[in-house]
């Protein structure tokens, strides 16, 4: 398992900083987000309101992470591990099974998409 990425880059770092405003702002204005979330380290951060439409967010790692009320079905989430974070209200895609969302809360393990 690859270790998460602590990432240089305005968009990475606005996260990192709560900034999840600014950071929803910019994606809306057409600042490119390709490849700067991939494998990302956001243990522990505060991210409700994130707008995640159309983020890879794959092998990303979210241990303890505030993640309520955030929509993921147009993001890509394989491989991201979401051990021990804030879920509630939060909308998964639907290649993603509840149980797996359970065992990747509960265990930590990533999540793997089924066909469909």
């Given at each position: 398992m690859?270790?998460?990425?602590l990432y240089h880059n305005a968009l990475f770092e606005l996260l990192r900083a709560d900034q999840v405003d600014e950071f929803n702002r910019r994606k809306a204005a057409g600042e490119p987000t390709d490849g700067q979330l991939y494998g990302g380290d956001f243990r522990g951060l505060d991210l409700r309101n994130l707008d995640?439409?159309?983020?890879?967010?794959?092998d990303a790692?979210?241990?303890g992470a505030d993640l309520r009320g955030i929509d993921f079905?147009?993001?890509n989430i394989e491989g991201a591990s979401f051990c021990q974070a804030h879920i509630s209200g939060c909308y998964f895609p639907k290649e993603v099974s509840a149980e797996?969302?359970?065992l990747s809360v509960d265990l930590g393990i990533r999540i793997r998409y089924r066909n469909t």
């Open positions: 690859a270790k998460p990425i995640a439409d159309g983020l890879d967010l794959r790692y979210f241990r079905r147009k993001a797996e969302i359970r």
